[in-house]
């Protein structure tokens, strides 16, 4: 009787399907991070390989990748969703290049972009990446963007606006409850990130 009743009344999920038209879940940090590591085998690129790690980051602002040589990690930022999964893989693969530069000229000084690291960028098949490149929409569509997560499958959900009614996440709604809203899967507010201009460093 009780599910009866909930699957009569859908509108709060109705809700959600009409504003999921732009929103995807991001793929998952050890998902970004298996390609990472693939993109690495068969380059010379040691033991980073295995060390490599990958993280979504929302404390991240302006900046959308960060390598960070010393943990072998890169940050993204979840505010990338929006510009889609060709420009989440060239950034994760821009800021590889660092970290695979890095690796292997470490104890010399290099330029952060400079032949290293081009170099770097070629076998990871961004030739032509430009250091500091801007994300042409970035400063605009970033401003009073709220982001949201799904605690179940961590996927991260940038909205324009906040979300006023209950609104859950709909892939995890699908899998586990039969595609009826569910709370277990309530998006949760994560931050209100700021406006400016980004680059990847
Ligand atoms: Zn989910
Ligand atoms: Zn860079």
């Known amino acids: 009787m009780r599910n009866a009743a909930r699957k009569q009344s859908p509108f709060r999920q109705l809700e959600f399907f009409f504003d999921a038209r ?22 010379d690129a040691g033991v980073l390989t295995d ?7 929302e404390r991240m602002r302006t900046t959308v990748g960060r390598a960070d040589f010393r943990r ?5 930022n979840p505010a990338l969703q929006e510009f889609g999964p060709a420009e ?4 994760l693969r821009h800021e590889l290049a660092h970290l695979l530069a890095h690796f292997r000229f470490g104890r010399r000084r290099i330029q952060p972009h400079g032949r290293e690291w081009r170099d770097a960028c070629c076998e990871l098949g961004i030739g032509g990446e430009r250091a500091g490149h801007t994300l ?8 009073r963007r709220f982001i949201y997560y799904c605690q179940n499958c961590q996927g991260h959900f940038p909205r324009v606006r906040r979300i006023r ?3 859950a996440c709909l892939a995890c ?3 586990f ?21 980004s680059s990847r460093f």
């Open 51 to 57: 060390h490599l790690r990958v993280e979504w980051n």
């Open 165 to 167: 009614r209950a609104t």
């Open 88 to 91: 989440i893989d060239r950034t």
């Open 177 to 197: 409850s039969e595609g009826n809203y569910d709370e277990r899967f309530r998006l949760r507010f994560v931050k209100n990130s700021s406006s400016g201009n």
């Open 22 to 43: 732009v929103i995807s879940p991001l793929p998952s940090a050890p998902e970004l991070q298996d390609r990472a590591r693939s993109l690495l085998r068969g380059l």
């Open 136 to 143: 042409p929409l970035v400063g605009r569509s970033l401003s």
């Open 72 to 76: 072998c990690l890169i940050s993204l």
């Open 173 to 175: 709604c699908r899998k």
